[in-house]
């Protein structure tokens, strides 16, 4: 969580009233200041506004915006979560069938005291980091790479943890020619075959099949201003109403929320967020999730391989909505 | 006039007797290969599974005709016949999800994109789940998902192998997640019908894309295709648009998927039905010696 202090913030389209009005306070203090005019009761009235201006704002936002703060370029990825909550961790490399992918990443760690395996996409800090990382689009070995780790959990009996972070898997021609259908189907079906537990979190973007190649688990968590969705809202756009432009439109329609997919009955916990979203308190943002994480694989604990293997499927088993008649 | 010219004739809309040749047309006794343009006695295609004698294109084939191709007269039991999709996100885009529903369960006479059941193939029962391309693109939501889930379910109860006719364009983008989260219950299905040491065989046929693929659709313990067909993770247009280049030819060609190890065998559809009984008599428990 090394954000540097003195870095401009990057501010989303919606934050720019919140910008002004603290510039403006920032404006009459130095006023103040340099007339020797004592301001602070004005000041403390114009803050505790800002304070619940910032409320307002993130406690009302639509789903195109809960995107925007998903796809924050500060928002903490999969390596700053694991390198907070871990009291050691070794990075891991390799599907073992000749590729690296760095766009998914995973590992042994340490989290209070107990031994896990961690993966999760991983998306870029910067541009040059995230060309790198293809910005958490992962291919077909990083999906085989995070099986692999997966079943080395099984293997060593550790928990499996595992962070959702990525626009979808990578839509490439080496995509396509290294099976990256096969890959994440393999992964979906063998996920029910674990006996440790296993925890997903939404800490970012869910997309898709990329989001569910690594999140078939016992428990589905999901940071308050994250988003999980069967395709991108400007796919979707494209495809259903033939314009890319009503993006927002299908982001409200496609229920991509976490309280949406709470109604749904297909996420389990909503993690929240400070004010202003994780970007804007990674260290608090990264306590929310260890917490939320130690325990949730507290009441997973007392399972036994075979319950854990039931329960989950029973957990995927029950989601759908139609109806049935008699006739 | 040579005999190649004879046949080229025969192949042009333009040849000599036309105006009775589309007399028959409208009376369905011929029918145009889409592919290769020759005409063929209409009974004659049925008779070949609808694939063209002349060229092999696969004319596709529905939920009925498939049935009638692959199971024994009078052994098809269909099962789970009376799930109805809904519209649990009050889904709306150029029009509401629920007159799509209406206007396509009206027009193909089916309550979703796939039907399930029990039948025999020569004589050797199987479950058989057969998707319906007509029906919005064969797309997967939660009935989808739900009748493949049961009829897998079911199998593994009755020891019977699961084969499922694949035809999709993924995910159905109208149930939201709910639909995603199909990919993962029918992987959970088909983990337990493969831990009781089943076979799965799905068939993919044009076109079987996006979370079909991704999920069912490639996890057979043999995985057949019909010849030429589209079979992929993502769109072809997605592709280009993000490489902003051409695609190689005959990408995500059944061909394409065979050559590079994804696909067991590309059989043709006039062979299916024997090449899929073939496979269930080779996986069936010999019978122990007394």
Known sequence: MNTPVNRKPILLDFEKPLAELEERISQIQELADENDVDVSEQIHQLEARAVQLRQEIFHSLSPSQRIQVARHPRRPSTMDYIQAISDEWLELHGDRRGFDDPALIGGVARLNGRPVVMLGHQKGRDTKDNVARNFGMASPGGYRKAMRLMEHAHQFRMPILTFIDTPGAWAGVDAEKFGQGEAIAYNLRAMFSLDVPIIATVIGEGGSGGALGIGVGDRLLMFEHSVYTVASPEACASILWKDAGKASQAAEALKITAMDLKKLEILDEILPEPVGGAHADPVKTATILKEGLLRNLSDLDPLTPQELRRHRYEKFRRIGVFVESDV | ?290
């Open chain 2, 1 to 290: 006039m040579s005999l190649f010219d004879w046949f080229d004739n025969r192949r042009k809309p333009g040849s000599p007797n036309r105006e009775s040749r589309e007399r028959e047309i409208a009376d369905g006794l011929w029918t145009k290969c889409p592919a290769c343009g020759v005409m063929i006695y209409t009974k004659d295609l049925r008779a070949n599974a609808k694939v063209c004698p002349e060229c092999n294109h696969h004319i596709p084939v529905y939920t009925q005709e498939r049935i009638q191709q692959l199971i024994d007269l009078d052994t098809w039991l269909p099962i789970n016949q009376t799930l109805r999709p809904t519209d649990p996100l009050g889904f709306r885009d150029r029009k509401p999800y629920r007159d799509r529903l209406r206007e396509i369960q009206e027009k193909t006479g089916l309550a979703d994109a796939v039907q399930t059941g029990v039948g025999e193939m020569e004589g050797l029962a199987a479950a058989l789940g057969i998707m319906d391309f007509r029906f919005m693109g064969g797309s997967m939501g939660s009935v989808v998902g739900e009748k493949l889930t049961r009829l897998i379910e079911h199998a593994t109860q009755n020891q019977l192998p699961v084969i499922i006719i694949c035809a999709s364009g993924g995910a159905r983008m109208q149930e939201g997640m709910l639909s995603l989260m199909q990919m993962a219950k029918i992987s959970g299905a088909l983990e337990q019908h493969r831990q009781s040491h089943l076979l799965y065989i799905p068939v993919l046929t044009h076109p079987t894309t996006g979370g079909v693929t991704a999920s069912f659709a490639m996890l057979g313990d043999i995985i057949l295709a019909e010849p030429k067909c589209t079979i992929g993770f993502a769109g072809k247009r997605v592709i280009e648009q993000t490489l902003r280049e051409k695609l190689p030819d005959g990408f995500q060609s059944a061909e394409y998927l065979l050559s590079h190890g994804f696909v067991d065998a590309i059989v043709s559809r006039p062979q299916l039905k024997a090449t899929l009984a073939q496979l269930i008599r080779l996986h069936s428990p010999q019978p122990t010696a007394p």
